[in-house]
């Protein structure tokens, strides 16, 4: 009787992950790299991920994530710095876990597209409860309301701002390790600074979250309703409360004009401080220093990604798996930043893989 229970209990199970999409990841690297070692300590890859069931459509777990756990999490920041680059521009630091331990490490986030400390908490919760480390929410120009004193602004920030950023915050704490995660948009700065500096960088291992891949390219694959809500979002951010500040920009006509996420990306680089596209894309795209990468860089994308395609990461699949330094994890569900898990209380699947990743390279093991 027992047996026949347990086939049964089985069998249900399967129907179950069948039916919300559970698998376990896919993972590409270089067996004779780094992340053969990596992967074997991390048993969250070993097991399949199970989406919260309710949210195994990508367009529900999306929209959950953005209009519904965000504003869910209640996170007060312990400071947030102003921070003046060498050209006037004004970025910002948001402090979270500044009763750390001065040596305890920093674990340095940079943001989505329009992201904000409010819209960060989620993710700044988490990785502070799971590791126990400070969080440096890096902010970029224009975004919470930060004063744009110099008309200048970059979707995917700016590596020259990162690194101010990075002195300041090891400036105040000379003793603790950095890692560095990005999330969306902000994969694309992290992995363009990484791919800059090679080896020459203060992070230990970082961890990139839903990237787009080549940016320029990466907007076209993008859902058509989330590509025109977002450019709406980037006028209503970016734009309408600067507008003394882009009064002599001369495309700014064409910038408004935008329908999409790709159109908005191919005319805005004199916004971005650069006289044509192709000045642009070179100093700013991080698939052209890709390869450059040195230190242990893990990525995760969704297969059902809307915003990010996971068609975007085609491209590159033989070359990560010749990279001794970068590994990119996939799973079947789920959609954008989202990977939910659990069902009466929802959690990110990816924060807990970001932050055992994180603490397995701080360990040495």
């Not at 975004?143 to 700016?158: C, Q, T």
């Not at 989330?226 to 064409?254: D, G």
């Not at 798996?321 to 898990?341: D, L």
Request: hydrophobic content about 35%; overall charge neutral.
């Amino acid at each position: 009787m027992n047996s026949l229970l347990n086939k049964v209990s089985k069998r249900a199970s399967s129907v179950l992950d069948w039916a919300i999409g559970a698998e376990q990841p896919k993972l590409y690297f270089n067996p004779q790299g780094e992340f053969k070692r990596i992967f074997e300590r991390l048993p969250q890859l070993q097991q399949k991920y199970r989406p919260t069931p309710w949210l195994s459509n990508t367009h529900a777990h999306l929209l959950y994530f953005d209009l519904i756990k965000k504003r869910s999490v209640h996170l007060r920041y312990d400071r947030i710095d102003q921070l003046t680059m060498q050209d006037g521009g004004i970025t910002g630091i948001a402090w979270f876990g500044l009763d750390a331990a001065p040596d305890a490490p920093t674990i340095v986030i940079m943001h989505t597209i329009t992201g904000t400390p409010d819209s960060m908490r989620e993710l700044v919760r988490d990785l502070h409860q799971y590791t126990g480390w400070r969080i440096a929410l890096c902010l970029r120009r224009g975004h919470a309301g930060l004063p744009m004193p110099v008309p200048k602004i970059n979707l995917f920030g700016s590596t020259d701002d990162l690194r101010e950023q990075l002195a300041y915050i090891q400036d105040r704490y000379p003793a603790s390790p950095l890692y560095g995660m990005g999330s969306s948009a902000g994969t694309g700065l992290l992995v363009r600074y990484l791919g800059e500096q090679g080896g020459n960088t203060p992070f230990k291992a970082a961890f990139a979250l839903c990237p787009g891949y080549n940016t320029e390219l990466g907007f076209k694959n993008v859902h058509p309703f989330y590509s025109k809500m977002m450019t709406k979002k980037l006028f209503q951010k970016f734009i309408e409360p600067y507008q003394a500040t882009w009064q002599n920009t001369a495309s700014l006509s064409q910038v408004l004009a935008s329908k999409t996420l790709f159109d908005f990306e191919q005319v805005y680089f004199e916004m971005a401080g650069y006289s044509d596209y192709g000045s642009y894309t070179q100093a700013t795209n991080p698939i052209y220093v890709f390869d450059q990468i040195e230190i242990p860089l893990l990525v995760l994308n969704s297969e059902d990604d809307p915003v990010c395609s996971i068609h975007n990461f085609e491209p590159y699949k033989e070359i990560i798996q010749q990279m001794r330094s970068v590994a990119v994890v996939t799973t079947k569900k789920g959609s954008h930043c989202g990977f939910y898990e659990g069902t009466q209380e929802t959690h990110s699947w990816s924060s807990r893989l970001a932050a055992d990743f994180f603490l397995l390279e701080a360990s040495g093991s």
